[in-house]
Structure formats: C-alpha cells, structure tokens
C-alpha cells in the first residue's frame, strides 16, 4: 500500500520557520520526483516545490523562491521542506506528492499524494 505521510505543520507567527517531512512507503521512492502543494481555504492547489528522483534538480514556485528549500534523503525514503520567513499567506494544508519520471508543475500529473499537514502563520 502507497502511503505519504506529512508531519512538522502547525502554528507559526509571521517571520518564523517550519520544516516539514513527508514519509514514504509501498513505492520505490528514489525512483520518482516528489512535490509540495498547497491549499488554502477556499482556493485550490497551488504547486510549490519539486525535486528530481536523485535530489539533483529543484524547481519552486516564484512566491517561494528563496524562502522555502526542498530537500530528500532517499536512504530514509523521506521528503523534506523548509520553509523561512514565513508569511500569512502562506497558511494552507501541504500535501507532498509523487510521480514517476521528471518534474512537472501540472498538479493533476501526480501518482501518489498524501494526506496534508496544515501550517498557519498568524500573530
């Protein structure tokens, strides 16, 4: 069975940092690029981030660029997102999501998606 399992989201005040973690199982995970995509109340999915099979290429949407980094550790079939100076709006669930083969932003392309974590950043 296909599982993704995100944790790390919560409650954060404006400037602030998480990281969050999407763990995998029942796939082989070093062969598949892995996402984040996000939801907020009332909109709908909005790609983040990407990172190839091997971790070698990343991609992020422009809002994120240079305040979120994307990262995996194969060994341990784990994805991971950082995100800093966070910002209202930003608040949303994130789910992480797979496909097999390349990156590509088209968030209906995806094989495997998890259940989300919801992040909210208010004072």
């Known amino acids: 069975e296909v599982q993704l399992v995100e944790s790390g989201g919560g409650l954060v005040q404006p400037g602030g940092s998480l990281r969050l973690s999407c763990a995998a199982s029942g796939f082989i995970f070093k062969r598949y690029a892995m996402s984040w995509v996000r939801q907020a109340p009332g909109k709908g999915l909005e790609w983040v981030s990407s990172v190839t099979d091997e971790g070698g290429n990343t991609d992020y949407e422009d809002s994120a660029e240079g305040r979120f980094t994307i990262s995996r550790d194969n060994a341990k079939n784990t994805l991971y997102l950082q995100m800093n100076s966070l910002k209202p709006e930003d608040s949303a669930v994130y789910y992480c999501?797979?496909?097999?083969?390349?990156?590509?932003?088209?968030?209906?392309?995806?094989?495997?998606w998890g259940q989300g974590t919801q992040v909210t950043v208010s004072s």
């Open positions: 999501a797979a496909r097999a083969g390349g990156i590509v932003t088209t968030t209906s392309l995806y094989d495997y």
